[in-house]
């Protein structure tokens, strides 16, 4: 499917529902999308949420309806559509796209069942009481997202190791923003790394975000994972071109774009993974008796391309650790 004919199915949906809905809702159940992303970016994670759905026996338009709403990365909109998905009594919530989603479902409804998809520690998140018996109706699949940072630190300074100073983009909305800084500092202090942390909540903010790296002529850059990032993910890996700045991302989906190195979880694995869960409570499972996924697979993915046009040589010892390298 091309994009913006993927772009208009979700559109479409979205406008249709809840009139289809109400016109279909005896015959099938009605799933809520949270999204803290935008759909133009998202193809590829609602595909692997559609599989999962797939493999417990759903089909979306055929036995299932799915009612997306989309913050587009501005968190502040979270609540008002989770208060929407509630009125109109979907069957599950599935939330997506972090943290931020997740207790916006949680904070509107105690009692329709929601998968997560995303995040971090979500016992310390206070989204669930336990990772093997979570509490109430909540459960799904946490990507450990507060990993990430640190383990970002070291494959960068790998990768540029006679940089002096290197930034850490943030989006301060984002609620493990503060968490994931303190982590970022600490790593770089274990290895001697000078890192500025850069805060970014719009677009003209990331462009100023880069256009201090380039006057403190810092020599690389993590993006931390983030919905608001993932939706404008084109204009950071645009940006690291043009500046010259190596980059590391948390997605592969930035390294297939012309980002240089990622570093973090199949995001698709743990979408059709939540697709499953979600047809599994369909099904008659109670939230509480599912357990939090936890993927244990981390994937770095390099794209040569990128540090060729960068005259970046890339250590043997990264490139034979990395999982999938693009030529």
Not at 65 to 91: I, K, M, S, T
Not at 158 to 166: T, Y
Not at 167 to 190: H, M, S, T, W, Y
Request: charged share 20%.
């Amino acid at each position: 499917m091309k994009r913006r004919e993927f772009i208009t199915l979700i559109g479409g949906a979205t406008a249709a529902w809840p009139l289809a809905a109400r016109a279909q809702q005896a015959a099938m159940p009605v799933v809520g999308w949270l999204g803290a992303r935008s759909p133009g970016e998202s193809e590829s994670v609602v595909d692997a949420f559609r599989q999962g759905l797939n493999e417990t026996g759903y089909e979306e338009g055929h036995n299932l309806l799915v009612a997306y709403r989309w913050a587009d990365g501005r968190y502040d909109r979270l609540p008002g559509l989770a208060a929407e998905l509630v009125r109109h009594q979907v069957a599950v919530i599935a939330a997506t796209g972090g943290d931020a989603a997740t207790l916006a479902a949680k904070a509107a409804t105690s009692t329709i069942p929601i998968i997560f998809a995303g995040g971090t520690d979500p016992v310390s998140a206070g989204i669930v009481a336990s990772l093997t018996r979570p509490d109430q109706n909540v459960t799904g699949v946490s990507l450990l997202i507060g990993l990430l940072g640190a383990k970002q630190v070291e494959l960068l300074h790998e990768l540029v190791p006679k940089a002096a100073l290197i930034g850490a983009l943030f989006n301060p909305n984002n609620p493990n923003a503060e968490r994931g800084a303190k982590d970022v500092q600490a790593a770089a202090g274990i290895i001697g790394q000078k890192v500025v942390i850069l805060h970014a909540s719009s677009e003209r903010e990331i462009d100023i975000a880069f256009a201090s790296l380039v006057q403190q002529q810092a020599g690389g850059i993590l993006i931390y994972p983030d919905g608001f990032f993932t939706g404008r993910r084109d204009q950071l890996v645009e940006l690291a071109a043009r500046h010259k700045i190596p980059a590391i991302y948390p997605w592969r989906d930035y390294a297939l774009a012309g980002g240089l190195m990622s570093y973090g979880t199949s995001i698709r694995e743990a979408f059709r993974w939540a697709g499953t869960y979600v047809g599994k409570v369909l099904k008659g499972a109670k939230p509480a008796d599912l357990p939090v996924i936890q993927p244990s697979k981390f994937e770095v993915v390099i794209n040569m391309k990128t540090a060729r046009a960068l005259n970046l040589s890339v250590p043997t010892s990264l490139l034979l650790r990395a999982d999938e390298v693009i030529e």
